[in-house]
C-alpha cells in the first residue's frame, strides 16, 4: 500500500509540474507537437500495452497457450504497415486528432462522422480500463473491485490528465513504461531462471510432487506445445485477428495520437518501427509468464484471477511481487489516461468545433464521470457499450487509410466513400450488439466481409484529378 501511495504521489507531481507548462492547446492536447523519437517509443508502447495486453493476454495463454502470441505479434504487422505508408503523410497533415484527418483527406461530414465513432465508443473502452484497474486495486487492498476501486481509479486517472493533458500522458507514460518493463522482465528472469523454488509452488498447488516437479524443472519444455496455431486458436482466427486488431494498431485513435505529438514525421516513423520490434518481445515475456502461472498455480475452482495477479499475490517474493504489481498498474493506468485525453480533445476539437483548453478539461471531467458510471454498472453494459468499437475498424480504418495515402494525388468522391464507411461499420457493429443483448452469434468471419466492402467502396471513391 505504501508503495502505490509513493507511485500516485510521484504521479501527482509529474502532472502539477505540467500544469504550469500548458501554455495553449496544442501544449494540452498534442504535448506541444515536439516530443523526441525516444518519448514518443516510450509514450505509444506504454499505450499498446494495456489491459488486453497484459493481463488479457496472460488470460490467453491460460486458455490456448502459446497462440495467444498473436495479440501483440499482430500489432507488430500493423505498426509495420503504419510506419511504410502513414506515419509521414499523417505528421504532414499536421492535424490535431485523428477525425481532422479525416476532414483535410475527405471532407467536414467525414470529420464529424469519425469523431463521433471514436467520441462515443470509447467511453465503453475508458470505462473497460476502469474496471480493469479496480479489480487491481482491489486485489492489493484486500476486496473484491467495487465501489471503492472504482471510484479511486477514476479520480486518479482524471486528475492527473485533467491537470497536464497530453503533456502529462507522455511523460507519465516515460515513466510507467520503465516500470513494467522492469517489473515484467524481473519477473521473467526469476521465474525462468532457476530462482523460483517451482517445487514449492507446485506442491503448494497440489500439481505435482515435488520429485516429478525436479524431473522437469521449471524449463520452457514443461508447458508443452509452443505451436504459433493449435486448435483452440486456427488459421481462421489469425486471420480475423490480424484485419480487426491489426487493423487498431495500423490506423488506431490512440496510436495515431502518439504520431501527432512527435516533433516531425521521421521522429515518429522510428518510435513505431522500434515499437513494432518490442511489442514481439513484450508478447513473448506474457504469454510465457502466463503459461507458467497456469502450469505451476492454475486458479482454484470457481475463481478467475488473472494469471498475473496470481503471480504477484503468491509465487514472486515481495520486492519482485511489488514491482510486478506496479508494472500492471502502470500498464493498466497508461492505456486508460491516453484514451480519456483522446476522447476529451476529440470531443472539444471536432465535435464542438473549439479549441479551448478549459471545454477539453471539463471533457475530461465529463467522460470520465460518464465512464466510471458505466463501470460501477458491471461489466455486461461495459461490454455492450465497448462493443461499438466493432465498428471502427471495419467501418474506418481502410476507407480513412486509402484517403490518406491518395491525398493530394487522386480526389474522393464522398457519397461512395461515406456509403463504405457506414456499410463496413454495421457489419461489424450489429454482430457485436446481436452477440451483446440477444445473444445470437453471428460467424465470425463478418467483420472482415465489412473490411472488404469499406475497401471497395473507398478505392472506387478515388477520381484522378
Not at 293 to 314: E, I, M, Q
Amino acid at each position: 500500500m505504501k508503495l502505490l501511495l509513493i507511485y500516485f504521489f510521484v504521479l501527482g507531481f509529474i502532472c502539477i509540474r505540467d500544469l504550469f507548462k500548458v501554455k495553449n492547446f496544442d501544449d494540452y492536447v498534442v504535448a506541444g507537437r515536439k516530443q523526441s523519437s525516444p518519448f514518443v517509443f516510450m509514450s505509444l508502447m506504454a499505450t499498446v500495452l494495456g489491459a488486453s495486453a497484459t493481463v488479457g493476454i496472460a488470460a490467453r495463454a491460460e486458455s490456448i497457450g502459446f497462440a495467444a502470441f498473436w495479440w501483440l505479434a499482430v500489432g507488430a504487422i500493423g505498426f509495420w504497415f503504419q510506419a511504410a505508408f502513414l506515419s509521414k503523410p499523417v505528421h504532414d497533415l499536421d492535424v490535431r486528432t485523428l477525425p481532422e484527418i479525416a476532414e483535410k483527406t475527405v471532407g467536414k461530414t467525414g470529420r464529424k462522422l469519425v469523431a463521433l465513432i471514436i467520441a462515443v465508443s470509447w467511453i465503453g473502452i475508458i470505462a473497460a480500463q476502469f474496471a480493469a484497474v479496480a479489480g487491481f486495486i482491489g486485489l492489493v487492498l484486500g476486496h473484491d473491485a467495487g465501489t471503492q476501486s472504482v471510484l479511486i481509479t477514476a479520480v486518479i486517472v482524471i486528475v492527473y490528465t485533467l491537470l497536464g493533458g497530453q503533456l502529462s500522458v507522455v511523460r507519465t507514460d516515460a515513466l510507467q513504461f520503465g516500470i513494467l518493463t522492469l517489473g515484467f522482465f524481473a519477473a521473467a528472469i526469476y521465474l525462468f531462471g532457476g530462482f523460483s523454488g517451482i517445487e514449492n509452488a507446485a506442491h503448494s498447488a497440489g500439481l505435482a510432487t515435488s520429485s516429478s516437479i525436479a524431473a522437469h524443472s521449471a524449463s520452457l519444455a514443461t508447458f508443452g506445445s509452443f505451436n504459433l496455431l493449435n486448435e483452440k486458436f486456427g488459421a481462421s482466427d489469425l486471420a480475423i485477428m490480424l484485419f480487426t486488431i491489426g487493423g487498431a494498431y495500423f490506423l488506431g485513435p490512440d496510436v495515431i495520437s502518439r504520431n501527432l505529438v512527435a516533433k516531425d514525421a521521421t521522429s515518429a516513423r522510428k518510435a513505431v518501427v522500434a515499437g513494432s520490434f518490442a511489442i514481439l518481445v513484450f508478447s513473448v515475456i506474457i504469454v510465457l509468464l502466463g503459461m507458467w502461472a497456469a502450469t505451476y498455480t492454475p486458479a482454484t475452482a470457481g475463481s478467475a484471477t488473472n494469471p498475473l495477479f496470481r503471480l504477484a499475490s503468491g509465487v514472486l517474493p515481495l520486492p519482485l511481487a511489488a514491482l510486478l504489481s506496479v508494472g500492471l498498474l502502470s500498464a493498466l493506468l497508461s492505456s486508460a489516461d491516453t484514451c480519456l485525453i483522446n476522447s476529451a480533445a476529440i470531443f472539444g476539437n471536432d465535435i464542438l468545433n473549439t479549441r479551448r483548453i478549459s471545454v477539453v478539461r471539463i471533457s475530461v471531467v465529463v467522460i470520465g464521470i460518464i465512464a466510471t458510471y458505466l463501470a460501477l454498472q458491471g461489466k455486461d453494459i461495459i461490454g455492450l457499450l465497448t462493443m461499438a468499437y466493432s465498428v471502427y475498424t471495419p467501418g474506418i480504418v481502410a476507407p480513412l487509410a486509402v484517403a490518406i495515402i491518395a491525398h493530394k494525388k487522386f480526389k474522393v468522391k464522398k457519397t461512395l466513400w461515406y456509403a463504405g464507411v457506414i456499410i463496413g461499420g454495421l457489419f461489424g457493429f450489429i454482430p457485436a450488439i446481436l452477440a451483446s443483448t440477444a445473444k445470437i452469434q453471428s460467424p465470425a468471419y463478418l467483420p472482415l466481409v465489412g473490411i472488404a466492402i469499406s475497401l471497395a467502396f473507398a478505392l472506387a471513391s478515388l477520381r484522378k484529378k
